[in-house]
């Protein structure tokens, strides 16, 4: 009887053993508060930043510029060349706001130079199709139409220039990158713009005086601009012969 009993037990405790897999696992420990959070999205960039508003605004004010240009009256030439003056004025200050307060958008930088192109596009056209009646440009109406067709041609060329290597390399895309030619190039551009739609002013008692400044600064602006689109071209076929 004892060992029958003993047999029992023996059989018991084999069939159940003393440490079971389930036993031996580790209860999982309670996830964090912060793990459970979920990870954090990356911020998109507003669309709408101040700079990207006023590089809008340049753009709205070219229908302004050209119904001001063509109106009579004592306060239209001042309109125009106000709002040329402010457009150049907020053409800087875009940029320099984006670079010290971060806010520069990918909309921003496609829409900035489309309204520096619409801005003197439009200016050159209208000086050319209503220049001012001064002995200079009597003389010589072709004064203002050639540096026009060359500042506009470029302004066409490198568009087409940088379209065409935002599909290369990046090495080719930096070499049409914005350098100190093409900002000097603008300065003098914009300086030579206002004097010139200046000098339509009845009441600038200087105005005849604008005149050979502003044409001169035009045919500087205009060199300035297909130099500098020279040295982009060199600069992207030195990238391609490597």
């Not at 459970?36 to 229908?63: D, K, M, N």
């Not at 000086?127 to 302004?155: D, F, H, M, Q």
Request: net charge positive.
């Amino acid at each position: 009887m004892p060992s029958s009993i003993a047999t029992h037990l023996l059989k018991a405790a084999a069939a159940k053993p003393l440490f079971s897999p389930r036993a031996a696992q580790i209860p999982a420990l309670p996830r964090s508060p912060a793990a459970r959070r979920p990870l954090p999205q990356p911020v998109q960039p507003r669309l709408l930043t101040l700079p990207t508003v006023l590089t809008i605004g340049r753009v709205a004010a070219v229908p302004f510029l050209i119904s001001t240009f063509y109106m009579d009256g004592p306060w239209a030439a001042t309109a125009t060349t106000g709002i040329f003056l402010a457009a150049a004025i907020t053409d800087w200050l875009d940029g320099y706001i984006a670079r010290k307060m971060h806010l520069g958008t990918p909309f921003g930088a496609f829409l900035d130079p489309v309204a520096d192109k619409l801005m003197v596009a439009a200016t050159l056209v209208l000086l050319c199709t209503k220049p001012l009646e001064t002995s200079l440009l009597t003389n010589g109406p072709w004064l203002l139409t050639v540096p026009s067709i060359a500042i506009i041609g470029r302004e066409i060329t490198m568009s087409a220039v940088r379209e065409w290597a935002a599909s290369q390399n990046t090495q080719v895309l930096e070499a049409v990158a914005v350098n100190n030619l093409g900002k000097w190039k603008t300065a003098t551009q914009m300086t030579a713009l206002t004097l010139l739609l200046a000098s339509r002013d009845p009441s600038l008692h200087v105005q005849g005086a604008l005149v050979p400044p502003g044409v001169a600064l035009l045919y500087a602006s205009a060199g300035l601009a297909i130099w500098s689109l020279v040295v982009y071209i060199r600069n992207i076929w030195r990238i391609l012969l490597k």
